[in-house]
């Protein structure tokens, strides 16, 4: 699916985002970053959801949007506990997975925004495996920016076989100028999030 995005002229970034008052925040992260979980403390928070996992950009008269997905998110059972207060009655993703589905919406959990929103900033996240120091909100380069979206893009040997690595790269390029790329380091554990989340609207009010 994200290679058919590439060959459409969209971009696919791993990463979750959500909306709060008509904009569009993106949490990009490896494996256990934790973006579902930043994602789904800002839901507690009053965000609706327009993506979990993969986040499908548009460029619009040069500005950049991100594009809804489903109403559902994959939390991990701990997850599901803090958020929801239960996971055993939720559906596992796959068979072979511990990964839980959870509806967004519609009698769920928080609210799905179904429609393309203008993005406003993308966080590099990545927490502390003690769960313990402050939480770091740091501006990033370009340069370094490029580098970090090129890494959690999707498909990169498809892309690179189909001839299709130059074009990815400009539309990175054009992403990184137009929308602020910060990396985000925070404190594992699921009572510091409400923390996070504060973070995020102190530092982003004019976006808010």
Same mark, same amino acid.
């Given at each position: +699916?994200?290679?058919?995005?590439?060959?459409?002229?969209?971009?696919?970034?791993?990463?979750? /985002?959500?909306?709060?008052?008509g904009l569009a925040i993106a949490f990009v992260s490896?494996?256990?970053?934790?973006?579902?979980?930043?994602? /789904?403390?800002? @839901?507690?928070?009053?965000?609706?959801?327009?993506?979990?996992?993969?986040?499908?950009?548009?460029?619009?008269?040069? &500005?950049? $949007?991100? !594009?809804?997905? *489903?109403?559902?998110?994959? +939390?991990?059972?701990?997850?599901?506990?803090?958020?929801?207060?239960? *996971?055993?009655? #939720?559906?596992?993703? &796959?068979?072979?997975?511990e990964k839980r589905s959870v509806t967004i919406g519609?009698?769920?959990?928080?609210?799905?925004?179904?429609?393309?929103?203008?993005?406003?900033? @993308? *966080?590099?996240?990545?927490? !502390?495996?003690?769960?313990?120091? %402050?939480?770091?909100? &740091? %501006?990033?380069?370009?340069?370094?920016?490029?580098? $970090?979206?090129?890494?959690?893009?999707?498909?990169?040997?498809?892309?690179?076989?189909?001839?299709? &690595?130059?074009?990815?790269?400009?539309? #990175?390029?054009r992403l990184v100028r137009a929308v602020p790329v910060?990396?985000?380091? *925070?404190?594992?554990?699921?009572?510091?999030?409400?923390?996070?989340?504060?973070?995020?609207?102190?530092?982003?009010?004019?976006?808010?």
């Amino acid at each position: +699916m994200s290679y058919w995005f590439e060959l459409n002229g969209f971009m696919a970034l791993h990463a979750s /985002a959500v909306v709060v008052d008509g904009l569009a925040i993106a949490f990009v992260s490896s494996h256990g970053g934790g973006k579902s979980g930043l994602a /789904a403390a800002m @839901i507690q928070a009053g965000a609706s959801l327009l993506t979990d996992d993969v986040l499908v950009l548009e460029e619009r008269h040069d &500005q950049w $949007e991100g !594009r809804p997905s *489903y109403p559902h998110m994959r +939390m991990w059972p701990d997850e599901a506990e803090y958020f929801l207060g239960s *996971y055993v009655d #939720l559906p596992p993703v &796959q068979k072979d997975t511990e990964k839980r589905s959870v509806t967004i919406g519609d009698g769920g959990f928080g609210s799905f925004l179904d429609a393309s929103t203008p993005l406003a900033c @993308i *966080y590099l996240a990545s927490r !502390r495996p003690e769960g313990d120091g %402050p939480i770091e909100i &740091q %501006p990033v380069s370009r340069s370094e920016a490029l580098i $970090e979206l090129v890494r959690h893009s999707f498909s990169a040997r498809l892309v690179e076989a189909a001839g299709l &690595q130059p074009a990815r790269l400009d539309r #990175l390029a054009r992403l990184v100028r137009a929308v602020p790329v910060r990396r985000l380091v *925070y404190p594992s554990g699921f009572d510091r999030l409400p923390e996070v989340v504060r973070s995020l609207h102190n530092l982003d009010a004019n976006l808010f």
